[in-house]
């Protein structure tokens, strides 16, 4: 069974300095690997995904992710915040590219504010 | 485009009423699933479907019911609520059948009192 955890439930930073969002995941099999985020009253918007192909992903809006097996781990980064960044990002974990829906685990949720 | 709509954006009901939530696809994606979010939680899976039929189900009770018209378009109905069942409501829609790639409505907001 799979299972994810977001190791932070609230993460802090300035604008202009780099953004960290740390993920963890468990999964019996090959996993795929997620990164949404929500902006208030907004639906879950899809940053960016890892399929077993480069373990480095790049997303929309300047973030990217680096898939590391050996520490289990898709911690999601941007260099530098911008304002517009503030929203909840939930990390997602799959059984694999070709999964039924009831195998996507979602995480918790991250909170990110970007103070001025 | 239009994105995945949802109706009604927010909805108050009393405990043991019944609800009913809808759901519209974007044009040309024939699966439709329902997310529960509670507060300070990851959505949670309740159900798919694909061509009308349903292709997956999360743990949720049998208070829990959904279908799927031809149009595509959706339903989640909850019967007797209870005040648990306050959450956001996501439903989300996808080409195929697989959990590759969804595209999330903005959520229907249920608060059961």
């Known amino acids: 069974a799979q299972s994810v955890t977001q190791l932070d439930s609230h993460v802090s930073v300035s604008e202009g300095t780099p953004v960290l969002l740390r993920c963890n995941y468990s999964s019996s099999y090959s996993p795929s690997l997620f990164w949404y985020v929500q902006h208030p009253n907004k639906g879950l918007q899809l940053l960016l995904k890892y399929t077993s192909a480069a373990t480095l992903v790049k997303g929309i809006n300047g973030f990217e992710a680096e898939f590391k097996k050996s520490e289990t781990s898709f911690h999601l980064t941007k260099p530098s915040a911008h304002m517009s960044d503030a929203a909840e990002y939930f990390c997602?974990?799959?059984?694999?590219?070709?999964?039924?829906?009831?195998?996507?685990?979602f995480g918790p949720g991250t909170s990110l504010s970007v103070i001025p | 485009d239009a994105g995945v709509t949802q109706s009604p954006t927010h909805l108050i009901k009393t405990r043991g009423q019944h609800v009913t939530l809808r759901c519209s696809p974007i044009s040309g994606h024939k699966s439709v699933s329902w997310y529960q979010q509670v507060l300070g939680q990851g959505p949670q899976f309740i159900f798919q479907?694909?061509?009308?039929?349903?292709?997956g189900r999360g743990n949720f009770p049998d208070r829990f019911s959904a279908r799927q018209f031809p149009n595509y378009s959706s339903e989640l109905n909850v019967n007797a609520l209870l005040l648990g069942d306050s959450a956001l409501y996501l439903c989300a829609s996808s080409l195929g059948t697989e959990a590759y790639e969804q595209y999330f409505g903005p959520g229907t907001r249920l608060t059961v009192t």
């Open positions: 479907y694909y061509e009308k039929e349903e292709r």
């Open positions: 997602v974990v799959s059984d694999g590219e070709k999964t039924s829906y009831d195998k996507v685990i």
